[in-house]
């Protein structure tokens, strides 16, 4: 989770780099971690008092809902090396996703990519 939070902080990316903020913290709000305080390579973030904590999460909403995709290895390749899902497998991935959300739910929502 510290690498998930490290690298919505920490975006190089200018055109992600507000939606990465805010998947920052509204992580630290779910795990009940102070938001404000920068990760820097330490976990002092955590640390936040229960009853900050709790009226953080009251007050979270979190939408569209999405999905966060931890790893994609699907295997060693004949040489060794790692294999995984690619950009087009992953769009192809969020499309599934969303159509199961949208029969499932009945909602008529955007897919939003996921940065790897």
Known sequence: MHALIMHTYNSDNA???VD???LHKALCVLMGWNYSKPPDN???YQFLPADEAGA???DLIMWPPM???HNTITGKGKDGRL???GNRAMDSKEVQVA???DAGCRFSGAVTSCCV
């Open 42 to 44: 330490s976990k002092a």
């Open 15 to 17: 055109d992600v780099r």
């Open 56 to 58: 953080n999460q009251d």
């Open 83 to 85: 294999e995984g899902l």
């Open 99 to 101: 159509r199961a959300w």
């Open 67 to 69: 999905v966060i995709i």
């Open 20 to 22: 990465h903020l805010g």
